[in-house]
């Protein structure tokens, strides 16, 4: 995950820029770089040291080839685009500029091939071009700083970057949008930082940049502008050092701060999986488990808890689908006493946010001494299971500290999607043009998810009526059936509001006994092939007196006009990545509900994050 630090400093920056970047080892990287306006003797410079590998080399690089300079940028890089190598590493330059970034700049094929006429590109990375972009514009008359705000409109993605310009008298530019970006203030300086970890020996106050803001930082200001460039004031957050790693920023809750923080986390795991810069999943070889070959496997088991489970069972339609492949599906609490019957062409994938849940951790050794290949997808890669199985497969959400598990599972939906797809490209089922757009598809999420959260005032409003419910159900058919049982435990463990999940097409079966007059019922259809089916289901409750919230896209808003009592519009999303979208709300409903009834949101009555006990 790559980290960010810069300091527009009245003393010189190498060694506390150095120290920045040894606080963000935690977020895992392989390459390290520092850039500074070199000011010491005559006309300035921009400078820069890399290297690959740990950040000691960087420092030793430095010792041999020292870097003078009060104005500079740091990077620790986890390679998305282009190979882990010095060449890659951040900071880029072009002309006058030095630019470090985090996340993906989604168009940047595009933005490189209406440069490569003029411009001469030296790295294979998404970001070299966002530097491009910017001197290029300061060549067309431009000052720094408009170059900067007219450059960050035409990039789409998710990212956070920071950058200094020669010769633009001591600025230091910072901008977020989809990736977290936080500024620190202090005694005659300033800085930037991915987050209040990386700038705790430096500050303690805390600036977090909002949603498409940007920033101008010199030694003694700080001047931010949102989206439309119009300038805005943040709140300043004190944060403790020690405190800095659990620290919700300006988010009232962890939960809330996971919430949002779901672009970045699920950049991050499309990072292990997905070769954005050549539109493809990786291979199993790719990601180091030549050990496994989807063509040799004749089932899949999938054994999980909670959410994760959930996931899976998502996971089970994206198997079958895409790859052909027969998946069961089992509650570890249930499968490890069941005896199932195993045969040894089959594989058990447990999913695990934390990697040490009692009756997951008991599954999967159940299978490894019946003799079949195992993998763990987890968060924690310490954990029991990931050392455990024979396989660990990371999803690299970041510490998930609310109780209720958020972005773990956008990030377990993200790496199992990822999986399936490999599994249906070696199976045969994918061809190249497919797996190119389904990993379009995939690369698109970040932004998707961030567009999903301007959904969230409208969600907090719609909450109010829910916290007034004394129960409610959710409805959706295929993979959005186990997205209705996830929105169900999500209401159920904050707001301790009754819930259930249905099968749209099951409700009549007999749970539609229990809607009566204004029960509220949630349901979630984005336009697909069994977008009608659902709206039938739906108008069996209406007429039944329930209350209608459907959560669709904009062509389902159209063909369900009049029939709903609220409609939540999503941004319209390919098939295959819906449920991963769709979360975003239901994970938003349940919250706001559960902070209008006034619960205590991240650490629910009853519940524990990691579950050790069978
Ligand atoms: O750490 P795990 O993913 O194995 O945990 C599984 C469940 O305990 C967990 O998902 C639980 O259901 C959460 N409270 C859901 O929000």
Redesign the pocket.
Known sequence: MCGIIGIAGNQPVTDRLLEGLKRLEYRGYDSAGIAVINDDNGPSTLVRRRAEGKIRNLENLINEEPLEGHLGIAHTRWATHGAPNTMNAHPHFAGRVGLVHNGIIENFTLLRDQLKDTRTFQTETDTEVVAHLIDEAMKSGLSGKDAFAASLKQLTGAFAIGVVIDGVDGQLFAARRGSPLAIGLGDGENYIGSDAIALASLSSKIIYLEEGDWAVITTDSVEIFDANDTPVERAVTIVSGSLAAAEKGNYRHFMLKEIYEQPESVSHTLTHYVDAFHHKVKTLAELDMEGLDWNKLERLSLI?????AYAASIAKYWFEQLAHMPVDVDIASEFRYRRPALTKKSMAIA???????AD?LAALRYCQSKGLQTAAIVNVMSSSMAREADFAMPINAGPEIG???TK?FTSQLTALLSLAISAGVRRGLIDGSREKNLAEALTQMPRLIAETLTLDADIEALALDLSKADSAFYLGRGVHYPLALEGA??LK?ISYIHAEGYAAGELKHGPIALIEEGTPVIVIAPTDALFEKTVSNMQEVATRGAKILLITDSEGAKNTAGMTDATLICPTVSVETAPIIYAITVQLLAYHTAVHLGTDVDQPRN?AK??TVE
């Open positions: 999980a808890c909670g959410t994760a999913v695990s946010q934390s990697g040490e849940t997951t109780v209720a598990s773990a435990l999500k463990e519940l990691s579950v």
